[in-house]
């Protein structure tokens, strides 16, 4: 079978709520250099969609949103000596302008996938890359988190911080998380040591000694961080600071604070594969839904009210 001309994609004209949304037929893409065209078989959702529809941090449409893949690489561009077509990879798109996975077809710089792991189904896949790596990025690569440290997780249920319970607690990692009380449940079975409700708790007061915080709600609960921190230790945060002078106070306390983007990362995305395989990360799907329904996607999204992962699946 040949490769279709065109495609169907989730696109805006507009920026706006979830009602800008469309299904659009546009050019399907050609691999350029160490690029593969990637067969969409699913497509995660993360917050930075429902953030980058509505705001104009892409520049102004039209555009398809969408940074998490996994599919089958339908053609491979010249240099790419990784993958042949018909592998089964996933991945994530270079944040933030590599964008347009919501679509069945999308290409990307060869290095920003890997090869899924015959365990995980496509939208398990395409539940993982954004989210996981910004928790690995975080926990392995920045702190390089160490067995029998204590970390301290914020919105432990969320998309980034379950997948970042796992990877802390399979770095050997005793784990703190706060949530709300009906997610503790969930949390202890992903491997929490303790679990905090922020509605009825306040974490700095709960608990002390950490080592690492992960910080995925920004403003002042970082600079609350500070507080439980030993000396020594390391807030890193997904989100904004909170002040502008967070980095001296930090220094006067003795300890650090880190602002981090997540990147695309070949050798993220294997270690990624690496845990997934050996049944140590798994992604908990809140929903799915088609292209058509992208729109519903986004205003469950919005809602914040979602345990896990949302994913678009192409088939």
């Known amino acids: 079978m040949s490769t279709p001309l065109t495609m169907r994609a989730v696109g805006q004209d507009v920026l706006g709520g979830p009602e800008v949304l469309k299904v659009v037929e546009v050019d399907r893409p050609e691999p350029g250099f160490s690029q593969l065209l990637v067969r969409v078989h699913a497509a995660g959702l993360n917050p930075a969609d429902w953030k980058h529809r509505a705001l104009r941090l892409l520049g102004e449409p039209p555009h398809t949103l969408g940074w998490d893949v996994s599919g089958v690489v339908e053609a491979v561009g010249r240099g790419v000596t990784l993958y042949r077509p018909g592998d089964e990879v996933f991945g994530m798109l270079p944040y933030p302008y590599g964008v347009g996975s919501h679509a069945e077809y999308v290409t990307g710089p060869t290095r920003a996938f890997a090869l899924k792991p015959p365990s995980l189904d496509h939208i398990q896949a395409a539940a993982l890359p954004l989210a996981a790596l910004t928790a690995w990025q975080a926990l392995a690569d920045t702190v390089d988190l160490r067995p029998g440290q204590r970390v301290l997780i914020h919105a432990a249920a969320g998309g980034v911080g379950h997948l970042a319970?796992?990877?802390?607690?399979?770095?050997?990692?005793?784990?703190?998380?706060?949530?709300?009380?009906?997610?503790?449940?969930?949390?202890?079975?992903?491997?929490?040591?303790?679990?905090?409700?922020?509605?009825?708790?306040?974490?700095?007061?709960?608990?002390?000694?950490?080592?690492?915080?992960?910080?995925?709600?920004?403003?002042?609960?970082?600079?609350?961080?500070?507080?439980?921190?030993?000396?020594?230790?390391?807030?890193?945060?997904?989100?904004?600071?909170?002040?502008?002078?967070?980095?001296?106070?930090?220094?006067?306390?003795?300890?650090?604070?880190?602002?981090?983007?997540?990147?695309?990362?070949?050798?993220?995305?294997?270690?990624?594969?690496?845990?997934?395989?050996?049944?140590?990360?798994?992604?908990?799907?809140?929903?799915?839904?088609?292209?058509?329904?992208?729109?519903?996607?986004?205003?469950?999204?919005?809602?914040?009210?979602?345990?896990?992962?949302?994913v678009l699946v192409m088939r």
């Open 165 to 310: 319970v796992q990877i802390a607690k399979a770095r050997g990692a005793y784990v703190v998380g706060t949530a709300s009380a009906p997610k503790h449940d969930f949390l202890r079975a992903l491997g929490a040591d303790e679990v905090i409700d922020y509605r009825t708790t306040d974490f700095a007061e709960a608990v002390g000694d950490i080592d690492v915080v992960l910080d995925t709600l920004g403003g002042d609960n970082c600079s609350r961080s500070l507080r439980v921190l030993r000396r020594g230790g390391t807030v890193v945060s997904i989100l904004s600071l909170g002040q502008p002078d967070l980095t001296e106070v930090a220094w006067l306390r003795g300890v650090r604070v880190e602002r981090m983007l997540v990147e695309h990362d070949h050798g993220g995305m294997k270690a990624i594969a690496d845990l997934a395989r050996a049944g140590k990360l798994r992604a908990a799907i809140a929903d799915t839904f088609t292209l058509d329904a992208a729109a519903k996607a986004h205003e469950l999204g919005d809602s914040h009210r979602t345990t896990g992962k949302l």
